[in-house]
């Protein structure tokens, strides 16, 4: 089993050959073919990983594989490496898990989109990307990755480009994880300044070197980018207008690429946060923040979409949580759960808008239960584990994040959990009832009807590991994840929490669960309560919400306007007055000049000796006038 070590680059490899291929002959002669290619690539390096994980599971060294230098420049020593341990398996099965799903959904979601076969050159580059981060053996590789993954959302979430809000959102996400990449790239410099190496390994062994202040600098400018990249608060406002991508992206974003890259990011350096106390507590107090807001934002949503997507940011917030408190083991628990639920979420939202041709407003759906039963079951049992109610996948993962927190000398923290908790809750299954439940709303012409075996295949397969995914990590921090984990992080501190503590948490949280719940089923199946009464007696606290907190307006006062405003005064005060002004300037002065000597050329062979005799006399006469003067 060690010897597949040898075979570890072909794990990005394959889906790198099948993006090129399709990138260049796709279009002409592979066109409707293109998944022929896609499919069979991510599949093999799904079963690699596979393979990976059972021989990393036999060992605690990692596997490594080291290709060629990259850059060799003195003591600047870039290798192209791979190094995979314990984590990285993980997230290797579950990006090629997850992917492979995803790509056998988009044959039926995409087939009559007349960009096929550049979908399936992207979609494949995507995992790619997201498998070099993951597998790198230095902060180098793991950058290209990381700014690899954001070509490929930009490309995808833009993949309908001649539509505005497409574009629109493509460049919004561009540009937004772009701040965060800047402190990332600071952070990655500062390293290499202060330990004279990006290699894992040797930038972790010198950490002891290093002043507290300057550890502390890193660990929160390195966590600047998984701010951006993870959409925790304040640049999570690009994750729900990433929806104008095609609903597959959307599921591989949240699920498996994109959005977990920081979480991993956080979890791969460690040693470094864990030798920064105040960057842990900024981390655990932005994901308590990120996960509470985006809760509250997602109840007044009714774009089901875009309530899936505030749900993956307070999930994400949920990760950063237990990374901030030292839960490690739970945060990259909650990240494999939630790949499941969350896919399973996406597609089948995917789902209604194929059966519904593109509806997204909750509001004209309704009635979908009794012709989509698949999509609904399937729908209902993401919605449970995406709520954490027991036993879902959700379920024990969010639960030890919460007791980690408590645990950990952090009640805020695992109370904002719990209060989490209940608007998740009440958010899915206020999208349950109003898309699957009541009278149907949508247009009569159409005649939904649950998804051809392509859709339905991976709907039933996420809906299976929605359920039981959660069981690796049972009993609570000592199942199988937890164990298996174990030898990447050593260092860390072990939160041990009481069985009577444990189970009182439980309670309480399913308790919440329930409650959450309950009052969906009032406001929106039994209308025991009226949602537009509870709107207006919360007043300015449900339009705070309904507004997304007003962080795109803050934006666009503060930021985005000014910058406007900035730009455009540099275009007409020093790019057309004065740089431009120069330029026409003097090309104005030599046309003025050419134009006055212009009348000297009349073409008169007459008029050209009398100049020449006259500038003869001139010569001459100056010569007889100044000569002894001017050559003695």
Excluded at 241 to 259: K, N, W
């Amino acid at each position: 089993m060690a010897g597949i070590a040898h075979w570890l680059f072909v794990i990005p490899l394959a889906p790198l050959i099948a993006a090129v291929l399709n990138a260049l002959l796709g279009r002409w002669w592979i066109r409707k073919r293109a998944h022929w290619l896609a499919i069979p690539a991510v599949a093999i390096s799904f079963v690699l990983s596979l393979f990976v994980l059972a021989a990393v599971s036999g060992s605690e060294e990692p596997l490594q594989q080291t290709l060629y230098t990259w850059i060799p420049a003195g003591d600047f020593q870039i290798p192209v490496a791979f190094s995979v341990d314990h984590l990285a398996a993980i997230m290797l099965v579950v990006v090629t898990g997850v992917s492979l799903l995803v790509h056998i959904y988009s044959i039926g979601y995409m087939h009559h989109d007349p960009g096929y076969p550049r979908f399936f050159a992207w979609l494949p580059l995507f995992v790619f990307a997201m498998l070099i981060l993951v597998m790198s053996n230095n902060f180098l590789l793991l950058f290209f990755g990381w700014e690899g993954v954001g070509l490929c959302s930009y490309l995808l979430i833009g993949f309908w480009f001649r539509r505005r809000s497409a574009a629109l959102a493509a460049k919004k996400a561009f540009i937004v994880n772009r701040v965060g990449d800047f402190g990332f790239e600071l952070g990655i410099m500062l390293l290499f300044l202060k330990t004279g190496s990006l290699v894992y390994h040797d930038v972790f062994a010198k950490l002891s070197s290093l002043s507290q202040g300057t550890v502390t600098l890193i660990a929160l400018l390195l966590f600047m980018g998984a701010i951006g990249k993870s959409a925790q608060v304040p640049l999570f406002v690009w994750l729900p207008d990433a929806m104008e991508g095609p609903t597959p992206v959307s599921a591989l974003i949240h699920a498996a690429t994109m959005v977990t890259a920081g979480i991993f990011m956080v979890a791969r350096a460690h040693p470094i946060f864990l030798a920064a106390p105040t960057a842990m507590e900024v981390v655990s107090i932005i994901g308590a923040l990120t996960a509470f807001i985006a809760a509250t934002i997602a109840v007044t949503q009714f774009d089901i979409k875009r309530v899936i997507a505030y749900s993956t940011v307070s999930q994400l917030g949920y990760m950063a949580m237990g990374l901030g408190v030292g839960a490690w083991s739970a945060a990259i628990f909650h990240l494999f759960t939630h790949a499941f639920f969350k896919a399973l979420l996406f597609l089948g939202s995917g789902s209604i808008m194929h059966a519904l041709e593109d509806e997204l407003d909750m509001r004209r759906m309704g009635g979908l239960k009794a012709v989509m039963p698949l999509t609904y079951w399937t729908f209902v049992i993401g919605a449970f584990a995406n709520a954490g109610l027991v036993p879902f996948a959700g379920f024990w993962s969010k639960d030890e994040i919460i007791v980690g927190s408590w645990v950990g000398g952090h009640p805020f923290v695992a109370i904002v959990g719990l209060v989490t908790a209940f608007f998740t809750a009440l958010y899915m299954f206020r999208a349950v009832f109003l898309a699957f439940h009541g009278v149907p709303r949508y247009d009569r012409h159409l005649h939904p009807h649950d998804p051809s075996l392509s859709m339905s295949l991976p709907l039933l397969i996420l809906a299976i590991g929605s359920l039981i995914a959660g069981f690796v990590g049972v009993p609570p921090e000592q199942g199988w994840i937890h164990h298996f984990l174990e030898p990447v992080f050593t260092d860390a501190t072990p939160h041990e929490a009481s069985l009577s503590l444990t189970i009182g948490f439980a309670v309480i949280s399913t308790l919440v669960v329930l409650g959450g719940i309950w009052l969906a089923a009032a406001l929106y199946l039994q209308r025991s309560l009226s949602p537009e009464a509870l709107a207006q007696r919360l007043g300015p606290l449900y339009q705070l919400a309904a507004h997304k907190w007003y962080f795109d307006e803050i934006y666009d006062r503060f930021i985005v306007q000014p910058g406007y405003a900035l730009a455009r005064g540099l275009w007409r005060g020093v790019d057309v007055a004065i740089i431009d002004g120069a330029v026409n300037g003097m090309a104005r002065v030599v046309a003025a000049t050419a134009q006055a000597w212009r009348r000297l050329q009349t073409g008169l062979v007459a008029n050209y000796a009398l100049i020449i005799a006259l500038g003869t006399v001139i010569i001459v006469g100056v010569y007889l006038v100044m000569g002894s003067t001017l050559f003695r």
